[in-house]
């Protein structure tokens, strides 16, 4: 039921951005507001596993291509800097804009994450 929860809310987010409400997830789902909350203390907190999860995702893709021994340094610099998480589009301007503004230390994690690159860990942040 987590997965389909976060799944739902990466649905979300890409069509509304962090507007999106736990009544409108669980009506997506068909459940109720008291079951997602028994995976999620907040939409906060959902929020959060869902911005680390696609931090670590992404970490690890990089940590991948380091450790691919076939590619060039400048085929490994391309993979890198074409890396998009799956799901979720944090290039999406209207996302990051929403981080910035509703989720700030979310937005704090990604901009670390982002600027912090190899060898950082999603709890780092």
């Known amino acids: 039921m987590r997965e ?6 990466m649905e979300l987010m890409k069509q509304r ?6 009544a409108e ?9 008291r079951t997602i909350y028994e995976h999620f203390e907040s939409k906060e907190q959902l929020i959060g596993v869902m911005v680390d999860e ?8 990089e940590q991948e291509i380091y450790r691919d021994n076939r590619l060039t340094a400048a085929q490994k610099l391309r993979a890198i800097l074409t890396l ?3 799901g979720m589009q944090l290039s999406d301007n209207r996302l990051i804009s929403d981080l910035m503004r509703f989720a ?3 937005w704090r994690k990604v901009d670390r994450s982002a ?8 709890e780092d942040y």
């Not at 389909?4 to 809310?9: E, G, K, M, N």
């Not at 997830?25 to 507001?33: Q, Y």
């Open 4 to 9: 389909r929860l976060l799944q739902a809310a």
């Open 17 to 22: 951005g962090l507007k999106f409400t736990v």
């Open 25 to 33: 997830l669980a009506a997506r789902l068909g459940t109720s507001k």
């Open 54 to 61: 696609v931090i670590a995702e992404l970490m690890e893709a």
């Open 84 to 86: 998009m998480p799956k």
């Open 104 to 106: 700030p230390e979310e």
């Open 115 to 122: 600027s912090g690159g190899v060898g950082n860990r999603p």
